[in-house]
């Protein structure tokens, strides 16, 4: 595979503070690359000195040239914030964006692709939120890009259309596109990266795919118990356990084991608020890694309300 986006030992200092600090990657072609990290880590600083939106230390290349090298017509990129005219309807906006490039897509085709069809003739500034953003999409691929950055690409996007722009995406990077990804989903990140690199005060902590990340850094399944209660309470359970914030936490807890552990407070009189089953994840990387909750950190509630005898 041929190297599309490479950065050596790039830094970043905006006076005093330090956004880079001697960040390398490389991105293979077709490969989906995610990037995630805590706010002010260096994510936003870090895409735009790959897209030649901003100066910095070290080597930069897209493509194997220097970011404002490259030829615009083979990189696509939606930032996170983005106002297109809200005057312009769906198809009159994506028609606008194709005009730039020398050889583009077929707008209707390209807003049929992000779900957009129906509403190609509705201004922008009467589109909900989530069909805006699908419009927004939609620019950034209206030039069938070789390499493509896409920043919170599915925020406001309802869960059926985020899973029909994830099989998008899944069909361009097979289809040879490198997708550059900064999402604050774990979900998007985990489903559609190949690899995620975390950066934390402008470095890069780690680097791999998901699966060999959450098996070095992830932990155990463990099972999250809301009560008064401490461990003496529950010394007996079998598993290893720990009290912290009002809550007890059972490591190397599996799924079979929850209704094991349920019956142990039962018999042992501990009352609970709630009960919440977390298997290792990138969310668990993220924190063991940064020190802190990632921002859209979800739990799976296996069990909650009033449990146990008080």
Known sequence: MTEALVAENVRKEYGDVVALDGVSLTVESGEVFGLIGPNG???????????????????????????????????????????????LTARELVS??????????????????????????????????????RTCVATALVNDPDVLFLDEPTTGIDPAGRRALWRLLDDLAAGGTTIFLTSHSMTEVERLADRVGLLSDGELVAVGTPASLVAEHGGTSRLVVRTDAGTD????????????????????????????????????????????????????????????????????????GTGGAR
């Open 96 to 133: 606008y964006y194709a005009g730039l490039y020398d050889e583009a897509r077929d707008p209707d085709a390209v807003l049929e692709d992000v779900g957009m069809a129906d509403d190609a003739a509705v201004h922008y500034e009467n589109l909900s939120g989530g069909q805006q953003r």
């Open 233 to 304: 309470a529950v010394a007996g359970a079998g598993f290893p356990v720990e009290a912290a914030d009002g809550e007890l936490v059972f490591h190397d807890v599996d799924a079979d084991d929850i209704g094991t552990v349920v019956a142990r407070l039962d018999e042992d009189g501990v009352g609970y608020e709630s009960l919440v089953w977390r298997q290792p994840g990138l969310e668990e990387v993220y924190l063991r890694l940064t020190g802190e909750q990632f921002e859209g950190a979800e739990a799976t509630a296996v069990a909650a």
């Open 41 to 87: 880590a260096g994510k936003t600083t870090l895409t735009r000195a790959l897209t030649g939106t901003t100066r910095v230390d070290g080597e930069v290349r897209v493509l194997g040239d220097a970011p404002d090298a490259v030829d615009f017509q083979r990189v696509g990129l939606l930032p996170q914030s983005f106002s297109p005219a809200a005057r």
